[in-house]
T-cell receptor, first 111, second 114 residues
Framework: QKEVEQDPGPLSVPEGAIVSLNCTYSNSAFQYFMWYRQYSRKGPELLMYTYSSGNKEDGRFTAQVDKSSKYISLFIRDSQPSDSATYLCAMKLSRDDKIIFGKGTRLHILP | EAQVTQNPRYLITVTGKKLTVTCSQNMNHEYMSWYRQDPGLGLRQIYYSMNVEVTDKGDVPEGYKVSRKEKRNFPLILESPSPNQTSLYFC?????????????FGPGTRLTVL
């Protein structure tokens, strides 16, 4: 079983829809969870960062961690064409540990 | 502007011809790292450095070398490139020790080895 699993997509949704992106993981010791956004021909950029379980909201973005199910989600409200990108989940065991990335989900927001 | 720069952005070379990809950051970050990104495999860490003169292997270090003589620079060296090193390479930096909260990625270097 891979450490971090993420559906590669592509996921196509109409503009204005709520988008749900998900990752599952196998190591219950992960404590830090991140979402990166990567536009075509660009490097990844950190979008959301959460520690342990719970929700974190930042504008149209909400990150959710369910440690009991080993499942993390990123929700995008009122999706825009500019949200079209690849979204990578990432996690690590401790603050000083290396980051394990998911393979990314390609998202297309249709105008 | 705070940034991580990489050069070259695109490179086509032949098997066995030594090459260096440069990486520089202007944020005085201690931690720097190299990743490669391949379709279906995602981002994989090659090498990382927690400070000047301190480097360590990541998940896929074979065929690569790095050095950290100055805080701002972290070049990636391929002594004898092979076609399986054709990939998209990213340099990243972050403040603090280890993998701190925010990694800043460079724009990427697309390498093709013929």
């Amino acid at each position: 079983q891979k450490e971090v699993e993420q559906d590669p997509g592509p996921l196509s949704v109409p503009e204005g829809a709520i988008v749900s992106l998900n990752c599952t993981y196998s190591n219950s010791a992960f404590q830090y969870f991140m979402w990166y956004r990567q536009y075509s021909r660009k490097g990844p950029e950190l979008l959301m960062y959460t520690y342990s379980s719970g929700n974190k909201e930042d504008g149209r973005f909400t990150a959710q961690v369910d440690k009991s199910s080993k499942y993390i989600s990123l929700f995008i409200r009122d999706s825009q064409p500019s949200d079209s990108a690849t979204y990578l989940c990432a996690m690590k065991l401790s603050r000083d540990d290396k980051i394990i990335f998911g393979k990314g989900t390609r998202l297309h927001i249709l105008p | 502007e705070a940034q991580v720069t990489q050069n070259p952005r695109y490179l086509i070379t032949v098997t066995g011809k030594k090459l260096t990809v440069t990486c520089s950051q202007n944020m005085n970050h201690e931690y720097m790292s190299w990743y490669r990104q391949d379709p279906g495999l995602g981002l994989r860490q090659i090498y990382y450095s927690m400070n000047v003169e301190v480097t360590d292997k990541g998940d896929v270090p074979e065929g690569y070398k790095v050095s950290r003589k100055e805080k701002r620079n972290f070049p990636l060296i391929l002594e004898s490139p092979s076609p399986n090193q054709t990939s998209l390479y990213f340099c990243a930096s972050s403040p603090g020790g280890g993998n701190a909260d925010t990694q800043y990625f460079g724009p990427g270097t697309r390498l093709t080895v013929l």
